[in-house]
């Protein structure tokens, strides 16, 4: 497949990532729990943002047990704000699982790991490699644009065959020891020299010797990946409506987007201010003063919702809302950032 790679490849690399490895929280043992619980945030979210939450939840549930123990919103508070709540849910149960099933001792082999709840073969293959010395790859996007490059390889990177010929072919390049060296290396050559944004640092990275890309001069117009279709568009109107005693809210649909979070009450359609006026008379919340409005856009991976919210004094408090405190807001109710631009 390649031509250039082989085994000093892996040296090279090891050597340059222990030189140059950022310091990051989750790396200061190979402690699974540790190691999971970043593998999964980092999933979706840049590493400095990781970083507060990744700190946050440690200190919140130090251990597995904890956080099997832990109740669901409790959760998806620390969880609030890192979006695909799916993640921290999957993670409950796998903690129970592990409690349950496996006297509360992380699994250590590849598929035992990968069978836990939430957990791919980029995950296990992590944690496999990281805390348990085992030569598993963990491939995601960063690690195909850099070994598309490494290989001059114009293959689509969502084609579904690649990431399984990658997995297996960067599996037999490891080394005996410190796998998750290895395994950290290419993340990290992602990261800081072979980027997705600009062209790639092509002069100062370790292994420019052994890219075909570099060579042939295509470094920067790789990865391929093919146009995503357009993301639907959809017109929301959010009331903030404002009680002495509280903010609206009230859970979401336990299906589908934001599935069981908390939002503020919302209609599809964008409404004018006295329609606005009237769907809150509908709900029995005897308006009494629109404050102000504001608009904002949220980008889902899918869908965009383009929001006007109104804000609202309200006389009555009517039982089909809870109405939450400030505190409350800001302690324990679980509201995705989709909601939270209105209560800043
Ligand atoms: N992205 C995915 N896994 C990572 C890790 N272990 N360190 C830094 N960034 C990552």
New binding site residues.
């Given amino acids: 497949m390649v031509k250039r790679i082989d085994k000093t490849f892996t040296e090279t690399l090891m050597t340059w990532y222990r030189e140059n490895r950022?310091d990051?929280p989750?790396?200061e043992d190979k402690e699974p729990y540790h190691?999971w619980v970043?593998?999964i945030m980092?999933?979706q979210t840049r590493?400095e943002a990781v970083r507060e939450y990744y700190l946050r939840f440690m200190k919140a549930l130090p251990t597995i047990s904890d956080l099997a123990a832990a109740e669901e919103e409790t959760l998806l508070k620390l969880w609030q704000g890192l979006g695909y709540y799916n993640r921290i849910r999957n993670m409950h149960k796998a903690a129970q699982q592990i409690e349950a099933q496996m006297g509360g001792i992380f699994p250590q082999e590849f598929d035992a790991i990968k069978a836990l709840p939430g957990i791919g073969d980029y995950t296990a293959g992590?944690i496999a490699s990281?805390c348990f010395n085992q030569k598993t790859a963990?491939v995601?996007g960063?690690v195909l644009r850099v070994m598309s490059r490494l290989n001059n390889d114009d293959t689509d990177i969502l084609n579904a065959g690649l990431k399984k010929r990658i997995t297996a072919y960067l599996s037999s390049l490891y080394p005996e020891k410190d796998c998750g060296d290895f395994t950290?290396g290419l993340?990290?050559l992602g990261?800081l020299i072979c980027g997705p944004a600009g062209a790639p640092k092509c002069e100062i990275c370790p292994v420019n010797a052994y890219c075909e890309a570099k060579a042939a001069g295509t470094a920067a117009a790789l990865p391929v990946k093919a146009k995503k279709k357009a993301r639907k568009k959809v017109d929301m109107t959010v009331f903030i409506l404002q009680a002495p005693l509280g903010t609206a809210v009230c859970r979401r649909a336990e299906t589908g987007l934001l599935a069981g979070l908390y939002q503020l009450p919302n209609v599809e359609k964008r409404l004018t201010a006295a329609q606005a006026i009237e769907q809150v008379e509908r709900w029995g919340c005897t308006p009494k003063n629109l404050l102000r409005s504001t608009d904002y856009c949220h980008v889902f991976t899918h869908v965009e919702w383009h929001m006007t919210g109104y804000f609202i004094a309200v006389e009555k408090m009517p039982k089909i809302f809870q109405w939450a405190s400030d505190a409350q807001l800001a302690a324990e109710i679980p509201l995705p950032t989709a909601f939270g631009y209105f209560l800043k």
């Fill in positions: 950022r990051l989750w790396r190691v970043s593998e980092l999933q590493v992590a990281i963990a995601d960063n950290q993340i990290e990261a």
